[in-house]
Nanobody, 114 residues
């Protein structure tokens, strides 16, 4: 199992980023996917989740209305569109499948700062 996240960077408050995750080594379409983020000194937290067919999504309260999770099962990819970014969104973002023992990827770093 391999997960490769990309798309992070430095953005000003109010800006947008689109994170991507390419998955391999398992049957992607069978597994719900999640995006997590980790900030220094804090536990890794679940940010968003999507069902295996993409019809159901879930967001942590702090990102509702600003983040959108999606997936493309044909490409084994999941995405996190992040709009109206705030400094507290800063962190390293990871994707991970649900119900599968998978190692964490390297993550992609997001810094929201003026």
């Amino acid at each position: 199992v391999q997960l490769v996240e990309s798309g992070g960077g430095l953005v000003q408050p109010g800006g947008s980023l689109r994170l991507s995750c390419v998955a391999s080594g398992f049957t992607f379409s069978r597994h719900p996917m999640r995006w997590y983020r980790q900030t220094p000194g804090k536990e890794r937290e679940l940010v968003a989740a999507i069902s295996n067919n993409g019809e159901s999504t879930h967001y942590v309260t702090s990102v509702k209305g600003r983040f959108t999770i999606s997936r493309d099962n044909a490409k084994n990819m999941t995405f996190l569109q992040m709009d109206s970014l705030k400094p507290e969104d800063t962190g390293v973002y990871y994707c991970k499948p649900l119900a599968l023992a998978a190692p964490w990827g390297q993550g992609t770093e997001v810094t929201v700062s003026s």
